[in-house]
């Protein structure tokens, strides 16, 4: 079965959830915007006749096309073992994705708090007010959340328990990017929510995600993705 995973080739952005979800399940998969000619395929593909993705990423497989993240971790998740079979779990894991998917848009919006069209330099002293909210409440409100789930009825070492979700793949990725975009508040928070820690390490150590973290197919982060580091947008100077 031919999976063709098409995003933005030079990002990590909303596609890294997806290829750890790949990686993690052993998918062979192809990155189509990283060939020759992909990212022609791509946007002729957003303008398909039928069900036109909006917005990578999106998913080509067994005759669908599956858009939205959240969306295709979910039918990952069906298919690969990344979710339970039950309908009550898959939708617990799917709630999880999507409380994950919120903060990740709010993440987003620290650097671009007016318009996606603007560049972050024409909006810098709504990002540091956007920011200042972000890491005093937001960080934590979600982060505690989190760190309930894992600590609730006891400490476990997965969302859901002993065994590893699409979710877990996502949270690993969520931490890797705040920690990027905003290392001195997590370093400042990060002692409070040991659960979380020890998830991401879990996670990390995983063999097919640790092989994946080391291999050219794990971009690294930039300042045209999602998590992006502004120095300026951590400390009380002014820009």
Known sequence: MMVELFYWPTIQGRGEFVRLALEEAGVAYVDVAREAGGMARMLAAMDGPDHPPFAPP???????????????????????????????????????????????????????????????????????????DFIETRIPKFLDYFEGILARPEPKDYLLGATLT???????????GLRYAFPATMARIDAGYPLLGALRDRVAARPNIAAYLKSERRLPFNEEGIFRHYPELENDEKS
């Open 166 to 176: 699409y979710a877990d793949l996502s949270l690993f990725q969520l931490i890797e």
């Open 58 to 132: 999106f998913l080509k497989v067994d005759g669908l096309t599956i858009g939205q993240t959240a969306n295709i971790l979910l039918y990952l998740g069906q298919h690969h073992g990344l979710a339970p079979s039950d309908e009550a779990g898959g939708l617990w894991v799917h709630q999880l994705q999507l409380t994950i998917a919120d903060l990740v848009a709010e993440t987003h919006d620290t650097h671009h708090p007016i318009a996606t069209s603007l560049y972050y330099e024409d909006q810098r002293p709504e990002a540091k007010r956007r920011t200042a």
